[in-house]
């Protein structure tokens, strides 16, 4: 007696969502598009510093061919590193400058879009406390009397 072979139902689903044919590399290596779902997810870490926004189109293959434009725009997140703008601040100060009189101003930078808010202390080459420093990175003469010299690195 021969067997019989049973038949399965197979259930084929067809793609319904892709990136537009024409959008470059840079975005196919971003992001992927679920095609059954349109759920679009990162395929890679996204910089603000490299590409601040994405934009592309996502098309359904299938009649009627719709399809939408799409644009990310990426967030920053303070993830460089602080320099000073300059490596050596130098100033020197009469010694009659009234106390709180600003004598520089320190400034920072980095390759984020804002800088996060900043705390300064002077660590050294201050031993009598003449100056103060603010969150302005501003630079100034404390209330205390003589001769004012200082150099920040």
């Known amino acids: 007696m021969k067997k019989?072979?049973?038949?399965?139902?197979?259930?084929?689903?067809i793609p319904k969502h892709s990136l537009g044919p024409d959008e470059s590399a840079v975005?196919?290596?971003?992001?992927?598009i679920d095609p059954h779902t349109g759920t679009l997810t990162l395929a890679a870490p996204l910089?603000?510093?490299?590409m601040a926004q994405y934009s592309f189109t996502v098309?359904?293959?299938?009649?009627?061919?719709?399809?939408?434009?799409?644009?990310?725009?990426?967030?920053?997140?303070?993830?460089?590193?602080?320099?000073?703008a300059k490596d050596t601040y130098v100033t020197a100060?009469?010694?009659?400058?009234a106390a709180g009189t600003a004598v520089v101003a320190l400034s920072l930078m980095d390759a984020d879009e804002s800088v996060a808010k900043l705390d300064?202390?002077?660590?050294?080459?201050?031993?009598?406390?003449?100056?103060l420093v603010r969150a302005s990175g501003e630079v100034s003469v404390g209330p205390w009397g003589g001769t004012k010299t200082m150099v920040v690195r």
């Open 4 to 13: 019989k072979r049973r038949r399965r139902n197979r259930t084929f689903s």
């Open 27 to 32: 975005v196919k290596s971003a992001f992927r």
């Open 47 to 50: 910089d603000r510093e490299t």
């Open 120 to 131: 300064f202390f002077i660590t050294g080459g201050d031993p009598d406390g003449q100056f």
């Open 93 to 97: 100060v009469p010694e009659d400058t």
């Open 59 to 84: 098309t359904d293959p299938k009649p009627p061919f719709t399809s939408t434009r799409v644009t990310v725009l990426v967030q920053d997140y303070n993830d460089n590193p602080l320099v000073f």
